[in-house]
């Protein structure tokens, strides 16, 4: 008796998700890891014979299991039980933080430096600043589990400030982000800042930039959304996760344009209001990635800026919008043309690098500065 | 196909009991075979034609043999066996070990062969073996001559057992093969066995494995000697948990087709010595080298020299068996030195001391053993070694350390039960109860759980190695 039910209960086991799995529809997207799922892997001689077809088939099942989000969330809250306290590369900190692991940077560090210094070298007709703000891994460290350690970001600041071109003017956010630690900077679920922590990178900049800061009362500051999972969320997620805010800062008089080149489309507000409603919820801020744009506003200062940043600045720039009438903004991991091409067509003057140092030390693509 | 796999649980496994169990007897054996062709082509299709060609002059060399036997001629019967011993064992050197011969025939000066290098076709260690054992065993008379192919290529080809063993010995399923009767009752141990053989892989061995491929990665600033030795018994636990894990999946697995396969290990690390250890560990290999090489070269009845020669030949092989790299070799060879020590003294000396001190000395040693094991090259292996005993100026500890203890101390007291006879005795107890209705709700609350978790591990695409591609 006791074998013949066990022998029902392990064959409808493997029966459910063999046939859920088959029924339920395969999904292109999944919200919660916020990526996309993989196809029905392409049945061909050549991908049979190199043995690719396998892989990709164990991919694709793995990807449209039927309760995939439910099993993921299973395995991270099996390892939270057991006591382990980092899951893929994000550690859970106190108060429910998700914190991002940050490993010995020189490798690739050492490279981007070097690119960024033969850029000034070659351009030194251009004025060039370069915001780097530090991220969570240093300004929250108190939060990190206990006995558990973060390549120490201060000391890579300062390797960066030694290393940097005399031609850069380099600005680094971390001791006001530091005396801001009780206010809500940075995201628990999510590898960003906050439009509360732009803000602070915001006003260093400015002040590099010699441009004055716009008071934080000028703006009509607001929660956009509280029910953002980040992306920290999606590498390890849980079934208790507390949900993050998407503060917006709106300035009732500006007005604003702002051309996505790459996609064509134009918009005239510094935020798409609709991802609000998506899981990725930070690509409210000026639509998320795109290779270049271009923002034009009723600013007073009539000054052109190029921006080559990372996606620390998407919610950085709408504050900076205020202060200059026109801004390019160029991604480099999308963005392969020539930066100093570009401002020389438009006459700019000045050129922004914004960084943050988890970006600095693993992105790949400042080989394309030039 | 690996048996933990969403593929295999979720996708070949209901195909072939479906497939199986609707067929009539009679076309049982070919379903399998026919299934295992399948299991083996996914992900090596290329070389399965290798294996069939193994298989072919098994058979035929088997049916030969057979024939010559009956005739009484001897001399004809033993070449027709040794003809399949050597084609087969061609093959395996030939896919196998000719990379190593000739890469280290080139380090002699004035030689310049040219370096074949080739993929290892999946499991041919393990079928090669079995045909071998088929071979022998028909001209020993121990066996029958299987004159049905799709029979005997059912056998060599039977899925549970094909990439990572059990080495399941003709004369163990001869009788299986053509009569067997499937039940609930064998269906319900095998689900039994192969969850917790699936348990004991994606659940412990997988995790034992990610632990020791990022401190084997360390570098020598963050590294210490405490961290060296978590890393090293990290690799004791995989390989352990990992392999019998196989076993009780291919275990489980023949039981649910009606097959019964010997057990292939028996708690090692609770052994009080190291001859007891390989008593107990990888069963069906450590036999098979002695009744098929030791005991055919004469055993221990041709005097002590020469039954040192024997041993050392055996040891030799078993090392060499798991790879084609020098530190196998080493590992054999030290097994070879410890057996030898304690056949001379030791083994008195351990049988009178108190159990935790020879289970203690067992443990180093077999973990000392896996060090050497799990690095094919010798500067790695050299460093581990160094690191471990405090020969490379590591600090003691530091805060990964005590960052590593709080996050996998759980996890490796959990890792250790599990490798003793406990949670066996403790189930035993449990599912002594009289009422049945209770032993059966925890004993599907156990398969559920197991299965839920494991597919959770799967689907998140955890840590999830193949650690056998070399065997």
């Known amino acids: ?370 | 196909m690996l048996f933990s796999s969403i593929t295999f649980m979720f996708t070949f496994l209901p195909c072939v009991i479906l497939v199986y169990y609707i067929s009539p007897k009679s076309i049982r054996n070919f379903i399998l075979m026919l299934f295992s062709m399948i299991f083996y082509a996914w992900g090596e299709p290329k070389y399965i034609f290798v294996m069939l060609a193994s298989i072919l002059v098994g058979y035929g060399m088997g049916l030969l043999t057979d024939y010559y036997k009956k005739k009484d001629r001897d001399k004809a019967a033993r070449l027709a066996m040794i003809i399949s011993v050597f084609v087969n064992l061609g093959i395996l050197f030939f896919f196998k070990y000719i990379g190593f011969f000739t890469e280290n025939l080139n380090k002699i000066p004035g030689i310049e062969l040219k370096v074949l290098g080739h993929a290892l076709p999946l499991g041919i260690s393990f079928y090669t073996f079995q045909i071998l054992s088929y071979s022998v065993d028909v001209y020993r008379g121990k066996a029958k001559c299987q004159k049905n192919i799709i029979n005997l290529a059912a056998y060599i080809t039977l899925f549970p057992q094909l990439i990572a063993g059990p080495i399941v010995r003709y004369e163990t399923v001869a009788g299986q093969l053509d009569k067997r009767e499937e039940s609930f009752d064998m269906f319900g141990d095998g689900v039994n066995r192969f969850v917790t053989g699936l348990g004991k892989k994606v659940l412990i061995a997988n995790m034992c494995g990610e632990i020791f491929n990022n401190l084997s990665g360390l570098s020598a600033s963050e590294n210490t000697v405490v961290l060296s030795w978590i890393c090293s018994i990290a690799f004791s636990l995989q390989i352990y948990f990992d392999f019998s894990g196989y076993s009780d999946m291919a275990i489980g697995l023949g039981k649910m087709f009606g097959f019964e396969f010997l057990e292939n290990f028996d708690y090692p690390y609770i052994s009080k010595s190291i001859t007891e250890f390989w008593r107990r560990w990888h069963i069906s290999l450590s036999t098979w080298f002695r009744d098929y090489v030791y005991i055919p070269l004469g055993g221990n009845r041709k005097g002590k020299g020469r039954t040192l020669l024997n041993i050392f030949i055996v040891w030799f092989l078993t090392g060499f068996w798991h790879g084609a790299e020098w530190n196998f070799i080493i590992w054999g060879l030290y097994y070879f030195v410890l057996l030898m020590l304690e056949k001379l003294f030791l083994l008195e000396w351990l049988k009178k001391a108190p159990g935790i001190i020879s289970r203690l000395y067992s443990l180093f040693f077999i973990n000392l053993g896996w060090v050497i094991f799990a690095y094919d090259k010798m500067p790695a292996l050299k460093n581990a070694v160094l690191n471990m005993f405090g020969g490379s100026g590591l600090a003691f500890s530091n805060d990964l350390t005590i960052y590593y203890l709080i996050s996998f101390g759980l996890f490796f007291v959990i890792a250790f039960v599990a490798a003793t006879p406990l949670p066996k005795r403790l189930a035993a107890k449990l599912l002594n109860n009289k009422n049945e209705g209770v032993v059966t709700g925890l004993n599907a609350v156990f398969i559920l759980c197991v299965l839920v978790l494991s597919t959770a591990f799967l689907a998140s695409e955890a840590f999830n190695p193949f650690l056998y591609f070399r065997f």
């Open chain 1, 1 to 370: 008796m006791k074998n013949k039910i066990l022998t029902l209960i392990f064959i409808l086991y493997i029966l459910f998700f063999a046939v859920g799995s088959l029924i339920a529809r395969d999904r292109d997207f999944s919200d919660m890891e916020n990526r996309e799922l993989a196809d029905m892997p392409k049945l061909s001689g050549k991908t049979l014979a190199s043995g690719e077809f396998f892989e990709d088939f164990e991919t694709y099942l793995s990807d449209q299991i039927i309760c995939k989000d439910f099993l993921m969330k299973l395995k991270v809250s099996t390892n939270l039980a057991l006591g382990q306290t980092k899951v893929e590369d994000v550690f859970f900190g106190d108060g429910g933080m998700l914190i991002q692991e940050y490993v010995n940077p020189y490798n690739q560090l050492g490279k981007n430096i070097g690119y960024i210094n033969e850029f000034a070298e070659a351009n030194p007709e251009f004025e060039l600043t370069w915001l780097i703000a530090p991220n969570a891994c240093l300004i929250y460290e108190d939060r990190l589990p206990d006995y558990a350690q973060c390549y120490n970001q201060n000391e890579v600041m300062a390797y960066i400030i030694g290393t940097a071109s005399d031609n850069i003017t380099v600005a680094d956010c971390t001791r006001e982000l530091m005396d801001a630690r009780e206010e809500y900077i940075f995201y628990n679920t999510d590898h960003h800042w906050t439009m509360n922590g732009a803000y602070i990178g915001y006003g260093v900049l400015c002040e590099a930039l010699s441009v004055d800061a716009f008071s934080k009362d000028m703006y009509n500051v607001t929660v956009a959304s509280d029910e953002f999972l980040g992306t920290l969320y999606s590498s390890a997620p849980t079934f208790s996760q507390g949900e993050d805010s998407i503060i917006l800062y709106e300035n009732p008089a500006g007005q604003y344009k702002v051309e996505y080149m790459d996609t064509g489309e134009v918009s005239d507000s510094l935020y798409n209001y609709d991802n609000l409603d998506k899981k990725d919820k930070y690509t409210t801020y000026l639509d998320g990635n795109h290779a270049i744009m271009k923002i034009t506003s009723n600013s007073a200062n009539k000054e052109k800026l190029l921006v080559v940043k990372d996606s620390y600045a998407h919610c950085l720039l709408p504050l900076l919008a205020d202060n200059f009438s026109e801004i390019y903004v160029v991604d480099l991991r999308y963005y392969h043309q020539s930066v100093s091409e570009l401002a020389r067509t438009e006459g700019i003057q000045r050129i922004v690098f914004i960084n943050n140092l988890e970006f600095l030390s693993t992105d790949n693509n400042f080989l394309w500065l030039e």
